[in-house]
């Protein structure tokens, strides 16, 4: 068995309890699907965002709406390929009208699920999406608009905060820094483990 799939068995060993999961509020506030992620299991690249949307609750996929096609052109105008990164959310649950989650949603999912998607899948760069998912990484409030391009880590990983596609679509000026900081973020994944001698 590749590393690949064992990292994809263990993946679907971590959600498999989970799927119908009402440890937060957003498990009885009318989610349809529980968002998992979605990408390679053993990519060097993960994307961290907010949490689903209308799109991405009625297809159960991360990213699949307007703010996902956004990534995707990107993605294409760079080289990287959507399968061989990984994509997920702080919160796994649409939360009701497109609200921002709560720190204790952000909080309870991310212990739950994210934290051990991070462990497993180990990727050399972690690129967060938005205010939110950085708040609900470092469990601080943040300012996006400060913070974002500037390398950071989280337990041992780097991590690049950007904006979110979402933002960048109310705000074309900003498209060169999420683009920007996508593009930093890919080239950092893609430095080997040994430095040359
Ligand atoms: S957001 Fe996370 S913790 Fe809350 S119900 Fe959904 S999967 Fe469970």
Redesign the pocket.
């Known amino acids: 068995m590749s590393i690949k799939a064992y990292k994809q068995t263990l993946l679907e060993a971590l959600y498999a309890p989970?799927k119908r999961?009402?440890?937060?509020p957003?498990?009885n506030q009318g989610?349809t699907h529980?968002v998992f992620g979605s990408g390679s299991a053993d990519a060097r690249l993960m994307f961290v965002g907010e949490g689903p949307g209308r799109d991405e609750d009625a297809q159960g996929e991360p990213f699949v709406g307007r703010s996902g096609q956004l990534l995707n052109k990107l993605f294409e105008a760079m080289g990287i390929n959507r399968e061989e990164v990984f994509i997920s959310n702080i919160?796994?649950?649409r939360p009701p009208n497109n609200r921002k989650p709560t720190p204790i949603?952000m909080s309870?999912?991310k212990k739950?699920?994210l934290e051990k998607q991070i462990k497993i899948i180990r990727p050399r760069v972690l690129c967060t999406l938005g205010s939110s998912a950085l708040e609900g990484l470092l469990d601080r409030p943040v300012k996006i608009t400060a913070e974002r391009g500037i390398a950071i880590s989280y337990k041992d990983t780097p991590v690049i905060p950007t904006y979110h596609p979402a933002y960048v679509l109310r705000n074309p000026p900003a498209l060169q820094h999420l683009a920007k900081d996508i593009q930093t973020a890919f080239e950092i994944s893609q430095f080997d483990d040994q430095l040359p001698e």
């Open positions: 989970y999961c009402m440890q937060c957003l498990g989610r529980v919160v796994k649950c949603e309870i999912c739950l699920l």
